[in-house]
């Protein structure tokens, strides 16, 4: 079974960064797609970013130019650095593991991602 653990979240001010980290165990991060997802109170989990196992990366609209996924092959981790952070962004934030290549998807279609870690707790206060 693969495991999914998130780290790195935590209490910011407007403007701050942070680096969410998502360790993988039980599989190789590089041969799935990748995702990060964030739910904030009282709304649905929404997409924010994924990598294929080719490498190439996908962003919500939101979080364009702020947030960059990445992953570390030989620590068999997935990343997302979140810059500028703004109090909308405060949510929980989950990584997730899809088996297909989510190359040329359209959106962030959840139901393709059948591994989700517990996510981590991401406030931004203004």
């Known amino acids: 079974q693969v495991q999914l653990v998130e780290s790195g979240g935590g209490s910011v001010q407007a403007g701050g960064s942070l680096r969410l980290s998502c360790a993988v165990s039980?599989?190789?991060?590089?041969?799935?797609?990748m995702g990060w997802f964030r739910q904030a109170p009282g709304k649905e989990r929404e997409g924010v970013a994924t990598?294929?196992?080719?490498?190439?990366?996908n962003y919500a609209n939101s979080v364009k130019d702020r947030f960059t996924i990445s992953r570390d092959n030989a620590k068999n981790t997935l990343f997302l650095q979140m810059n500028s952070l703004k109090p909308e962004d405060t949510a929980m934030y989950y990584c997730?593991?899809?088996?297909?290549?989510?190359?040329?998807?359209?959106?962030?279609?959840?139901?393709?991602?059948?591994?989700w870690g517990q996510g981590t707790q991401v406030t931004v206060s203004s």
């Open positions: 997730a593991a899809a088996t297909a290549n989510c190359a040329g998807w359209v959106g962030y279609p959840q139901g393709n991602f059948g591994y």
């Open positions: 039980r599989a190789t991060v590089s041969n799935y797609c």
């Open positions: 990598i294929n196992s080719d490498g190439i990366t």
